[in-house]
């Protein structure tokens, strides 16, 4: 990634990412709870996972950043297999936004594959922003 748009990279991330919190939020808040607003609160919380890594690391190419999105995702769901999770969030509820609370083997499949499509976008974004039209004479 171009240093000179590393700013930017990083502005279009907070940006995103304020928009993805406030759209996980309202789906945690405001829809029923079932499978399909567990999978599209899981893969806001991968797009959000994948926005904080770029824009704390905006030269991170997207294949690394949608690695290291997958492996915390992955690693979040495992750790609710401890208990330490559920336990946290009958103490602080605000952590099971994070944290979430018990294992569904499902959202495993969801995280890797929304960091999949995540990246896949970012890619092709990249690709479009660094093809320069053609000029005509």
Sequence with gaps: MATSRTPRRRL???????????AG?????????TAASDIAGDALY????????????????PLAVGAVTAAWCVAVELFQLTGIPLALGAAFPPS???LG?????RD????VIA?????????AWENRLSVKPETTN
Excluded: E, K
Aim: with cysteine; aromatic share 6%; net charge negative.
């Design 46 to 61: 991968t797009a959000a996972v994948y926005l904080a890594v770029v824009l704390v690391l905006p030269r991170l190419r």
């Design 108 to 111: 495993l499949l969801v995280y």
């Design 25 to 33: 939020l309202a789906v945690h808040s405001l829809l029923p709870d």
């Design 101 to 105: 609370t018990v294992f569904d083997a």
């Design 12 to 22: 279009a991330a907070a940006v995103l990412l304020v928009a993805v919190i406030g």
């Design 96 to 98: 099971m936004l994070v």
């Design 115 to 123: 960091a999949a499509v995540i990246c896949g976008a970012d890619v």
